[in-house]
């Protein structure tokens, strides 16, 4: 069975600090990876997503992350927080052999002081 | 922007009865999901639902839950008969085509506490 593992449960920086989340995720095959964000009080919302192609993808609000197959690892990063980016942030994994139910982590939650 | 919207935000009920939660999920979207995230555990999928039909099913979704499309707007997840571990928030999901690489669109969650 797929898993998915972030490392950081909470994560506090000062805003204009570089963020990173560690994503890391268990399943040999082709999969398809997410990051969600849910800001205070708002539902889950797409930040960006890898299916094919360049392993570098951009998502909204500056952010963007890199699909390492050799690692199994899909990490997010920003390089410079804004208090606005207080939120708890999710990776998720599709894969073809599990359809198309999604597989999260356990979240990290992200505070930036201003 | 189109949104999932789900009813109510929060249910407060007795162990032993029945729940159903709602959801409209975006017009065109033709797959629909149900979640739940039991408070400090991980989000976890429930089912998936498209044409009709389940398409998937996970290991928590026993003879208890049942999931219905009652007509072209809503989709609700039903507990026959609610046990103290269903405390959970429940998302409702729904996707345009379905496939691995496809975004799932969530709603804002529905509290249920079991008493």
């Known amino acids: 069975a797929q898993s998915v593992s972030q490392h950081n449960h909470h994560v506090i920086l000062s805003e204009a600090a570089s963020l990173e989340l560690g994503c890391n995720y268990s399943?040999?095959?082709?999969?398809?990876l997410f990051w969600y964000v849910q800001y205070p009080g708002q539902h889950l919302q797409l930040l960006l997503k890898?299916?094919?192609?360049?392993?570098l993808v951009k998502g909204i609000k500056g952010f963007e992350a890199e699909f390492i197959k050799s690692k199994f690892s899909f990490n997010l990063r920003k390089p410079s927080v804004q208090w606005s980016d207080t939120a708890e942030y999710f990776c998720?994994?599709?894969?073809?052999?599990?359809?198309?139910?999604?597989?999260f982590g356990g979240g990290t939650r992200v505070l930036v002081k201003p | 922007e189109p949104e999932v919207t789900q009813t109510p935000s929060h249910q407060v009920t007795q162990m032993g009865q029945e729940v159903i939660l709602r959801c409209v999920p975006i017009?065109?979207?033709?797959?629909f999901y149900w979640y739940r995230q039991i408070l400090g555990q991980k989000v976890e999928f429930l089912v998936s639902?498209?044409?009709?039909?389940?398409?998937?099913k996970s290991e928590i979704f026993d003879d208890q839950f049942s999931v219905e499309r009652p007509d072209g707007s809503n989709f609700t997840l039903k507990i026959r008969s609610t046990k103290l571990e269903d405390s959970a928030m429940y998302f409702c999901?729904?996707?345009?085509?379905?496939?691995?690489?496809?975004?799932?669109?969530f709603g804002p969650g529905t509290r249920l506490t079991v008493l």
């Open positions: 999901a729904s996707s345009e085509i379905g496939q691995g690489g496809d975004t799932q669109y």
């Open positions: 399943y040999g095959g082709t999969v398809n």
């Open positions: 890898y299916f094919s192609g360049d392993p």
């Open positions: 998720a994994v599709t894969s073809g052999a599990a359809g198309n139910k999604l597989t």
């Open positions: 017009s065109n979207h033709l797959y």
């Open positions: 639902f498209y044409n009709n039909e389940i398409s998937e």
